[in-house]
């Protein structure tokens, strides 16, 4: 039976993509097949690899450029290469039009969110006085609503998630709605309505825990949960 192959996006460091293991063991411990995206700005080339994986996952790394958005830099960003960016956006889109499962992570999840026209907090603690710490991979708990497609696949109303960012989700795009926040208010993890996309702000493929492992059984899955 063939398996299913999940893209991967890369960063870009000088002449060399790149992207931790952690991503593509996930995918094989789950049963897919990972296959690492090259960061293409041709809108046909990005069209042509959609049209052949079966799901997609936004990874994260550094910050997403507030032009992006709309809005000017602050002092508190450390800015994605703009063509991996621009890359991933188009891989979103395009997941979207040929309706493949979306996962974002981290950074992943807030493009995907920028991508549907929503925007970020530039920077946590600027932004919001009063709240918790979310960066150095601290651990704290997350509030699901039960009325989601993480309920589902976690089965619970609580979790302890790790978390390693220092932007945030400010106005949520409008095709998404909440699955978790933090007790500050901070959107945690999002999905569509049609639940072909997930977004969550920690790092499950860095998890041990069982229930993050469900995130890559459902990319692999494609006839799971919608």
């Not at 469900?214 to 899955?221: G, H, R, V």
Request: hydrophobic share 35%.
């Amino acid at each position: 039976m063939r398996k299913n192959i999940v893209g991967i996006t890369c960063d870009v460091n000088g002449k060399f993509y790149e992207s931790e293991i952690s991503y593509s063991k996930k995918v094989i411990n789950a049963g897919g097949i990972p296959f690492y995206l090259p960061m293409d700005t041709n809108k046909k080339n990005i069209k042509n690899i959609v049209s052949v994986i079966d799901s997609i996952l936004i990874t994260g790394s550094r910050d997403i450029d507030p032009c992006f958005y709309g809005e000017r830099k602050t002092k508190f960003i450390n800015s994605l290469d703009k063509n991996r960016t621009i890359s991933e956006l188009l891989y979103i889109n395009q997941a979207l039009k040929f309706k493949k499962k979306i996962l974002g992570v981290c950074g992943g999840m807030q493009l995907v969110n920028v991508a549907l026209g929503g925007n970020l907090h530039q920077d946590i603690k600027s932004c919001l006085q009063s709240s918790i710490e979310h960066a150095g991979g601290v651990r704290h708990k997350i509030y699901i609503n039960t009325d989601s497609l993480l309920s589902e696949l976690f089965k619970c109303s609580e979790s302890f998630v790790n978390s390693y960012h220092h932007q945030s989700i400010n106005v949520l795009a409008k095709p998404l709605k909440v699955s978790a926040t933090t007790k500050d208010g901070v959107i945690e993890a999002f999905e569509d309505r049609s639940k072909k996309v997930i977004g969550v702000q920690w790092h499950p493929e860095l998890s041990k825990k069982k229930k993050d492992l469900e995130f890559f059984y459902w990319l692999t899955n494609i006839d799971s949960f919608g």
